[in-house]
Structures are given as structure tokens and as C-alpha cells.
């Protein structure tokens, strides 16, 4: 509990409005005042992603995170689209998130929330996530992202493993993704 009582309190420290930094000025601290477009504890973030799940199955997916400080809101939508026979399903994440930065390189955040699964029918269930993001150098880090969910007993695990190359405001991601359900 401390440790995430003293990552919630840098995360804060690091966006408080008074030591936000608009220039490119480096701080030997590790806890370092959080710079603009920098990539950790966003203020605003926006991913979108197309995955090739099979032949004739793909998905769209849109990620989105509006926060400040240790807390954030955290949606969620993939969309599935079958060709044969034509199907659709939708995955929606939204999370109360608490994020901890543990350095100017490393957060790792809490989310608590629900997923909904809309398809023919529509079901809902708890669900937790764990996001820790890697940032060692000012152009590349690695994200992970892993999700476990409960919809009507059963378990669905949703894991996210990506390389980040980028600048301020933008970057590419290249990764994996899997889904795994257990009745």
C-alpha cells in the first residue's frame, strides 16, 4: 500500500501545473516534473489499432485515456468483424484508473471497471488491469497491458504487449495481442 501511496503521490508531483515544463530542460531527479507530449501519466491519450485475428476475422480497436495526475478514465472498444459467415462483436473496457509513476521511466497503473461483451446479446462483468509502460529512452519503450475480466462465470484474459517508437504527441506501436477465455 505504500508503494502505491508513493507512486500516486509522484504522479501528481509530476503533473502538478506549477512544474509542468513546456521546454526540453533535463532534471537529474528521476521524479523529474513531467515534460509536455511526454508519454507517461498523459493528460490525454488516443490509440487506435487494427489487429488481423484470422483468415476472415479482423478487429478494429480504439483506446482511449483522459486523466490527470495519479487518476484517469480508461475506455476501451474493439470491435470484431467476421466475413463468413458475417458476424460482429464488440469488447468494451472502462476503467477508474490510479496511475503510479515510479520514475520518469516507469508507470504502472491500477484499473478496476467493467467489460461488456455486445454481440447477439449484450453481458457485462468485472474486470481488472494492471498496464505497466517502459519508457528507458526518449524515442522507444514497451507497453504491456493485460486484462482479466468475469462475464457470467466465465474468465477473459486479455493480453497486450507492444514496442513504442515516437516523439512528443505521436508514436507507432507495433505488438501482440491475445484473448484467452476459461469457462
Given amino acids: 500500500i505504500g508503494g502505491m501511496a508513493l507512486g500516486g503521490m509522484s504522479s501528481w508531483e509530476r503533473v502538478c501545473p506549477s512544474r509542468v515544463r513546456p521546454s526540453d ?3 537529474a531527479l528521476d521524479y523529474a516534473p513531467r515534460k509536455t507530449g511526454e508519454p507517461l501519466i498523459p493528460f490525454f491519450r488516443v490509440d487506435i489499432s ?3 485475428v484470422e483468415s476472415d476475422v479482423d478487429a478494429l480497436d480504439l483506446r482511449a485515456e483522459v486523466g490527470y495526475g495519479p487518476f484517469a478514465l480508461h475506455y476501451n472498444q474493439t ?3 467476421e466475413k463468413q459467415p458475417e458476424d460482429k462483436l464488440n469488447l468494451i473496457r472502462i476503467y ?3 496511475r503510479m509513476s515510479f520514475s520518469r521511466f516507469v508507470e504502472l497503473d491500477l ?3 467493467t467489460l461488456i461483451i455486445d454481440g447477439k446479446n449484450e453481458n457485462a462483468g468485472f474486470s481488472l488491469t494492471l498496464p505497466l509502460i517502459i519508457r528507458p529512452v526518449k524515442y522507444a519503450g514497451v507497453e504491456f497491458r493485460p486484462a482479466w475480466s468475469n462475464v457470467n462465470g466465465t474468465s477473459i484474459n486479455d ?3 507492444a514496442l513504442m517508437l515516437g516523439e512528443k504527441y505521436a508514436s507507432l506501436k507495433l505488438g501482440y495481442r491475445w484473448l484467452h477465455s476459461v469457462e
Fill in 159 to 161: 493480453y497486450d504487449i
Fill in 25 to 27: 530542460e533535463t532534471d
Fill in 79 to 81: 470491435h470484431f468483424n
Fill in 111 to 113: 484499473g478496476l471497471g
Fill in 96 to 98: 477508474g484508473v490510479y
Fill in 50 to 52: 487494427r489487429q488481423n
